[in-house]
């Protein structure tokens, strides 16, 4: 681990660290009340935080889809969000000169899955200085993640972490490959897993992406048990009327329960360690 993955961790605990926030900042209210619930329960739980939001949403299945509230009026939250909670930020750019624009507001950037072959946005957020979390591409293995890895790596920065998020299963549907967790903590990097994403069901005939949210804690449980660093968790206080990825998002007031159990996994295992 590097100095500054070490400080985002910034535990004795033994915990996992977790990824949590809304799919897109639908607007500061909003952003702000999530936040402040998913602080207080990781303080409780001595889980580090991380809050994720994205400031705009660049993959969408119809041109009708919501896409955000503006760049900067976004990210500007996005920052307001980690200065009021004293917690770190994360948010996903989707071409190399978002990268800079990023970086002044966020302590993390996020290439998304589709994304995470593309040689110039990979070097350009290397070049920023910031955490790189690079989420596997559905249609990649766990061992060829390793390029993306290095191409950061040889950039000049070591601050790279991966996020499993599902693999595709046939058209309409994904699956987790739980060896490719093991396999990537070999590059020395931390891994985190999707447990939001990992349930979409893309690709509907509707143009809106579904999801199997009731599976969220069984994905969970089993990145835990098989040495996940991080857990990346989509919520919202109402999926149902959320503007992106409600399908899949779990329930605000769900979360607690849910990081409770895994935490009391993860002192479980760090018992026969």
Known sequence: MTPQIDKLKNTDSGNFFLLAGPCAIEGEKMAMEIAERITAISEKLKIPYIFKGSYRKANRSRLDSFTGIGDEKALKILQKVGKTFDIPVVTDIHTAAEATMAAEFVDVLQIPAFLCRQTDILVAAAKTGKV??????????????????????????????????????????????????????????????????????????????????????????????????????????????????????????????LLENLVAIKQTINKFK
């Open 132 to 257: 790189v979390n690079i989420k596997k591409g559905q249609f990649l293995s766990a061992e060829a993640m390793q390029f993306a890895v290095t191409k950061v790596m040889e950039s000049g920065n070591k601050n790279v972490m991966l996020t499993e998020r599902g693999t595709t299963f046939g058209y309409q549907d994904l699956v987790v490959d739980y060896r490719g967790i093991p396999v990537m903590k070999k590059m020395n990097v931390p891994v985190i897993l999707d447990i939001t994403h990992s349930l979409q069901q893309p690709n509907q005939s509707s143009g809106v992406t579904g999801g199997k949210p009731e599976l969220i804690e069984t994905i969970a449980r089993a990145g835990i048990v098989v040495g996940a660093d991080g857990i990346f968790i989509e919520t919202h206080p109402n999926p149902a009327v959320a503007k992106s990825d409600g399908a899949n998002m779990l329930k605000l007031d769900l979360l607690e329960a």
